[in-house]
């Protein structure tokens, strides 16, 4: 989104939004970082992600940062993949183990390797 004028640098403003949809247009003065924030986030998930981003990950920065503790960065954390809808990439040990006793078999030769890569994908 610009938020920059293009001429002088100047801070552009929302003035009018315009649904094509309905052919409705709301005039008036609108807040900029509420226009920005495109995704949805309450105000204190945005600025966490913007520290965490700033911190580059390192928790112990944003802690300092924030001026909190460890579990409420892990929190705040937790929020913003639930919002984002960032799912967790880790897998479980229960998968791991399930994965490892599927390739035992596979050597052992008691599966063939079409039935292990069915088993591991479902």
């Known amino acids: 989104m610009l938020n920059k004028c293009p001429i002088c640098e100047g801070e552009?403003?929302?003035?009018?939004?315009?649904?094509?949809?309905?052919?409705?247009?709301?005039?008036?003065?609108?807040?900029?970082?509420?226009?920005?924030?495109?995704?949805g986030l309450d105000s204190e998930l945005l600025e966490f992600i913007k520290v965490f981003i700033y911190a580059e990950g390192n928790i112990k920065k944003v802690e300092g940062i924030l001026n909190c503790s460890y579990p409420k960065v892990k929190s705040l954390l937790s929020k913003a993949k639930n919002s984002l809808g960032v799912e967790s990439m880790k897998e479980s040990e229960e998968d791991k183990k399930r994965k490892k006793e599927i390739l035992d078999k596979l050597d052992n030769g008691e599966i063939s390797?079409?039935?292990?890569?069915?088993?591991?994908?479902?």
């Open 113 to 122: 390797f079409d039935k292990a890569m069915d088993l591991i994908n479902n």
């Open 12 to 39: 552009l403003v929302i003035k009018e939004y315009y649904c094509k949809d309905c052919d409705v247009t709301l005039r008036g003065e609108f807040d900029n970082e509420e226009s920005n924030n495109l995704i």
